[in-house]
Structures are given as C-alpha cells and as structure tokens.
C-alpha cells in the first residue's frame, strides 16, 4: 500500500481514536468520576483504541498481536515523549499555546506513523 495511503488512514483512525476518547473522558465525567481518572480512563480506552485501528485497519499487521503490543507500548511513549518536548520547546520559544499544541500533534503523528511503520506493525521477514 503507499505510504500517502497509509499515512491518510492513520490519520482517520487518530480522529476516531480523539474522539472515542473524549467521549469516555466526557461521559465518565457526567457519571460522577473526577476529571482526572476520567482523563486516565479516556487515554486508556483511546490507547486500546489507537492499537487496534492501527493493527487491522491502518497496517493490516499479521503478526501475533501479544508481539505487536509490546513493540507499540514503546513507539507510543516515544511518540508522547517528541510530543512532551516538541511541545516545551515551542512554548519556551514564545509560540502561541494553541499553535504549539498543533506543532506537537504533528510531531507525534509523524513520529507515531514512522515507528508503526517501520517497528510495530513492519512486515517481518523483508
């Protein structure tokens, strides 16, 4: 598949993944739970989320999913760590908050797509 095909549904899944999310971080919220294990619960289900639409949507992965969880666990923290910092970064430079949110979303789709690509979900034996 091409990359710029690839890239468009990792894309999508990230929207979907944004917003299966929110809705449990909103939902939990007007259940009573405070805004921070909401929060935690919202990532939870959203990292599950993202793993699943990435293994057999985005990349069609044929791998053992057991393998191809303990090689995403890892891309993601690296994905959120150039997020963190791309993020600190554009702050400590003045940039506008939102702008520098935008800025580090970029930052880890890029880096997300890249280590999915060629470390979580690659085809072994090429």
Same mark, same amino acid.
Request: aromatic share 14%; with cysteine; hydrophobic share 55%.
């Given at each position: ?62 791998? @053992? ?9 890892? @891309?993601?923290?690296? @994905? ?26 970029? @930052? ?19």
């Amino acid at each position: 598949m091409r990359l710029s095909v690839l890239l468009a549904k990792y894309s999508v899944a990230g929207l979907v993944n944004t917003l299966v999310g929110y809705a449990v971080i909103f939902t939990c919220m007007a259940c009573g739970l405070g805004p921070v294990l909401s929060n935690v619960l919202g990532y939870c289900v959203g990292f599950i989320t993202s793993f699943v639409q990435s293994r057999h949507w985005v990349f069609r992965s044929r791998g @053992a999913v057991v393998d191809d969880g303990l090689r995403f666990i890892p @891309a993601f923290l690296v @994905a959120f760590a150039v997020n963190f910092l791309v993020l600190q970064g554009l702050l400590e430079l003045g940039t506008n908050p939102y702008l520098a949110q935008l800025g580090a979303c970029a @930052a880890f789709v890029g880096v997300g797509f890249v280590l999915n690509y060629v470390f979580v979900f690659r085809k072994r034996g090429e």
